[in-house]
């Protein structure tokens, strides 16, 4: 999820989720299980299998699914969805395998959002009470001055995993930095820099509190100055303007949501790592058609 091979640090991140919540700890470990055991079983590259590319967004539609929805069949559905986002991820690999644009964390993010909806017509689905539509003229905002910018920080980390708890923040951080100081520099400085941004903006104060700006800007950062990096130079300065973006893109998809009673999840970091790539593989051409 976080865009980094390194068993250790997925282990790390596993005790994160643990210290949190066990059940939730053990849909995220069977969820990457029944992920990585589909792609292996079915797939061609078993090196991408490895790498963990079939299991992450399992571990997010499983958590995920797991806190949306409730009932006697919470966990059924959480591992199913598991297994079948699973099977949408290939499918969108291979759209897109003639493309530069990764699949990210798009296929989870549909599949909850379609499971969420189906709620609403299917019995079997209860929805969690906490996800419920809201009026957009009604909207009522925390604008209040109960500020916490540590657990704000922190949480912007932990919630890549759904995590409010800071010390699981810290382990994830700690996971990061396992893999190296600076994917952990740029964890920190995605989730400062996001935060900065919508206190500045005036954002609403309880989602700066549980972190809900910080955590697309602390995976886009990682992808666009770390993983899919040029090598270029500002590569760092980028990836800082590319997490300003997201705060935007979030409070707007946000709102978009809103009368639906779905959350943003990862798409505003999808969005705009999306932008960042696309652009980069486009500007230089643009740039040598002028020149010449």
Request: proline share 3%; net charge negative; glycine share 10%.
């Amino acid at each position: 999820m976080i865009l980094i091979d390194n068993p250790i640090t997925g282990l790390i991140i596993l005790v994160a989720i643990m210290i949190s919540d066990i059940s939730l700890g053990i849909v995220a470990l069977l969820s990457a299980m029944i992920g990585t055991w589909i792609g292996y079983i079915g797939g061609k590259d078993k090196a991408a299998v490895n790498q963990g590319i079939f299991g992450y967004n399992s571990v997010l539609a499983g958590i995920a699914l797991f806190l949306f929805l409730g009932g006697e069949l919470q966990w059924v559905i959480a591992l199913v969805g598991a297994a079948v986002v699973t099977l949408i991820t290939a499918a969108m690999m291979y759209v897109l395998s003639s493309t530069v644009v990764p699949v990210l964390t798009l296929p989870y993010i549909m599949l909850t959002w379609t499971t969420v909806l189906s709620s609403y017509h299917l019995k079997t689905f209860h929805l969690s009470p906490e996800l419920v539509p809201q009026d957009l003229i009604h909207l009522n905002l925390d604008q209040g001055e109960n500020v916490q910018w540590l657990n704000g920080l922190i949480d912007g980390i932990g919630q890549v995993y759904f995590q409010e708890n800071m010390w699981s923040g810290v382990l994830i951080l700690i996971g990061i930095c396992w893999a190296g100081w600076r994917l952990a520099l740029y964890a920190v400085i995605g989730t400062l820099i996001a935060w900065l941004t919508a206190y500045g903006l005036g954002a609403e104060i309880t989602s700066l509190n549980l972190g809900l700006y910080g955590f697309n800007g602390v995976l886009t950062i990682l992808a666009v100055s770390g993983i899919y990096s040029t090598g270029r130079r500002l590569e760092l300065l980028r990836g800082m303007i590319a997490v300003i973006l997201t705060v935007p893109v979030t409070a707007g998809v946000t709102t978009w949501l809103n009368p639906y009673g779905l959350t943003s999840l990862t798409l505003p970091f999808v969005l705009v790592t999306w932008l960042f790539i696309t652009t980069e593989q486009i500007l230089p051409e643009l740039l040598a058609n002028k020149s010449g």
